[in-house]
C-alpha cells in the first residue's frame, strides 16, 4: 500500500505527509555528509548576513538559495536511493543517474558561492575600509 493512503485507499491527513516530508529532511540531514556540509553552509552564511546587515532582496536571493541546494540534495539522496534499490552491481546507467544527480547539485552549489560572492565581497571590502 501507498505510504500516503490509508486502508480505504484514501489519502492521508495533511498532517502525517507533512510528517513524512520532515522525516525525509530529518534523514537526509542525519546521514548525508553533504547535507551536513550544506546546512552548516546556510548557518554560515545567515551568521554573515545578519553580521552585515544585508538588504530584504539580498535575504530572499539567499533563501532562494538555500532552498534550492538543500532540496536538490534532498532529490540526490532519494535518487541514489531508490538506484541502489534497484541493483547492487556497476551498470552503466546506475552511475550515470547518480553521477548527474549529483552533478545538478555541484552546478547550483557553484552559482550560489558565486552569487553569495557577488552579495557579500561589498560588504566585507566596505567593513575592511571602515576598519582602516
Not at 507533512?18 to 552548516?40: D, P, S
Amino acid at each position: 500500500m501507498e505510504k500516503n493512503r490509508n486502508e480505504n485507499n484514501r489519502k492521508n491527513p495533511l498532517n502525517k505527509s507533512f510528517g513524512y516530508a520532515f522525516e525525509g529532511i530529518r534523514t537526509g540531514i542525519r546521514k548525508e555528509r553533504n547535507m551536513k556540509i550544506h546546512c552548516l553552509a546556510v548557518i554560515a552564511v545567515t551568521v554573515a548576513g545578519t553580521f552585515l546587515h544585508i538588504k530584504p532582496v539580498e535575504w530572499c536571493i539567499c533563501l532562494l538559495l538555500f532552498g534550492l541546494i538543500l532540496s536538490l540534495e534532498l532529490v540526490n539522496t532519494a535518487l541514489e536511493a531508490v538506484v541502489d534499490l534497484v541493483t547492487k552491481e556497476k551498470k552503466p546507467l546506475a552511475k550515470i543517474a547518480k553521477d548527474t544527480a549529483a552533478g545538478a547539485v555541484l552546478v547550483s552549489a557553484i552559482a550560489a558561492a558565486i552569487i553569495g560572492c557577488i552579495i557579500f565581497v561589498p560588504y566585507l571590502l566596505e567593513l575592511i575600509k571602515s576598519k582602516r
